[in-house]
């Protein structure tokens, strides 16, 4: 995992990405206890080409030059499968421009706020994302403010009052 | 009715460990949790494989 994470460095400090951070159940297991999860979500912001046009080609690019396998939607970085993923929305993007440095052992990198998570789980909306936000509301530490902050921007306070009723 | 009060007892020391585990476990460090993602990848990769699910267990070491 050191090694992954110190490949999405390496990715960002070349510039094959603007800036990067965990996001999905992998983030989420930074706040709360452990559970089954097989991927890595990885959420990125990319340079745009001369066209302004984002594309994750130049990721799967630099990965084939380094040696990192592919399966199906997965890079195979460093033994983990990674999936990189666009920050496509508002909220997205607010949480990977706040996102939190960490270290794992002795390499940082980054990962969602406890907040933008929980509110990528309501917008998301799936039943397992509700299920995943009763526990970790409990387990987690998190912000009040901030995440009322958030559920207001990001027109999220209705169905957040819905969900804890 | 006494039955019934001390099932509701046992019952609630049953799930305030449970949940103090789960905190436990919520407080140990990255590293440590992503460990226990990956023996749960170990124990579970049989199963879904048998069902025809293709996964990869985590190398993190």
């Known amino acids: 995992m050191r090694k992954t994470l110190e490949a999405l460095n390496a990715l960002e400090v070349e510039g094959v990405i603007r800036r990067y951070a965990i996001g999905g159940a992998a983030a989420a297991v930074f706040y709360m206890e452990p559970f089954l999860t097989y991927d890595l979500d990885v959420f990125v912001s990319l340079p745009a080409d001369q066209g302004g046009i984002v594309s994750l080609a130049p990721i799967y690019q630099a990965a084939r030059k380094l040696g990192f396998g592919e399966e199906g939607e997965h890079i195979i970085v460093e033994g983990v499968p990674v999936q990189f993923l666009p920050a496509y929305n508002a909220l997205l993007k607010e949480a990977l421009d706040q996102a939190r440095e960490i270290s794992y052992e002795v390499t940082v990198t980054r990962v969602f706020r406890p907040e933008h998570l929980m509110a990528i789980m309501l917008q998301t909306g799936r039943d397992k994302d509700r299920q995943r936000l009763e526990a970790f509301r409990r387990q987690a530490t998190w912000d009040a403010a901030y995440f009322d902050g958030i559920l207001i921007r990001h027109g999220l306070l209705e169905r957040w009052m819905e969900w804890i009723r | ?61």
């Open chain 2, 1 to 61: 009715m006494d039955g019934m009060d001390t099932l509701n007892d046992e019952l609630k020391r049953i799930l305030a460990a449970k949940e103090a585990r789960r905190l436990r476990l919520a407080a140990e460090s990255y590293p440590a949790k992503i460990r226990k993602v990956v023996r749960l990848q170990s124990m579970v990769a049989p199963i879904l494989r048998a069902r025809g699910r293709r996964v990869r267990v985590w190398s993190i070491e």
